[in-house]
């Protein structure tokens, strides 16, 4: 069974930047494709990006593209989301999902059958 674990969440002031790690177990060598979703005060969960594990392509929403980053570690099945120039709209609690299925545009939350418990991003103005 996957398990999902995401850390690095944290108070950053505006224009700054942040690194959120996603740990996978249970992927199997296969791996686990992911996605960041999050919620905001103001909206409902909505999704941030994505990475198909095996092509190793990454997907972002409009609102974040160019903005943030997704990699991911092999070794240690882990993928890191680097935000850069957060600004108020960033603030929410950022879940990691995952599969092991793969995806194919890696944005729809039916598509990810394990997911983390959340970390608080907060943008300061």
């Known amino acids: 069974q996957v398990q999902v674990a995401e850390s690095g969440g944290g108070v950053v002031q505006a224009g700054n930047s942040l690194r959120l790690t996603c740990a996978a177990s249970?992927?199997?060598?296969?791996?686990?494709?992911r996605a960041w979703f999050r919620r905001t005060p103001w909206k409902r969960r909505e999704w941030v990006a994505g990475?198909?594990?095996?092509?190793?392509?990454?997907f972002y929403d409009i609102s974040v593209k160019g903005r943030f980053t997704l990699s991911k570690n092999s070794a240690n099945n882990e993928v890191y989301l680097d935000m850069t120039r957060l600004n108020a709209d960033d603030t929410g609690v950022y879940t990691c999902?995952?599969?092991?299925?793969?995806?194919?545009?890696?944005?729809?939350?039916?598509?990810?059958?394990?997911w983390g418990r959340g970390t608080q991003v907060t943008v300061s103005t």
């Open positions: 999902a995952a599969t092991t299925r793969g995806c194919r545009d890696c944005m729809e939350s039916w598509e990810f059958d394990s």
């Open positions: 249970g992927c199997g060598a296969s791996g686990c494709a």
């Open positions: 990475l198909n594990w095996s092509s190793g392509r990454t």
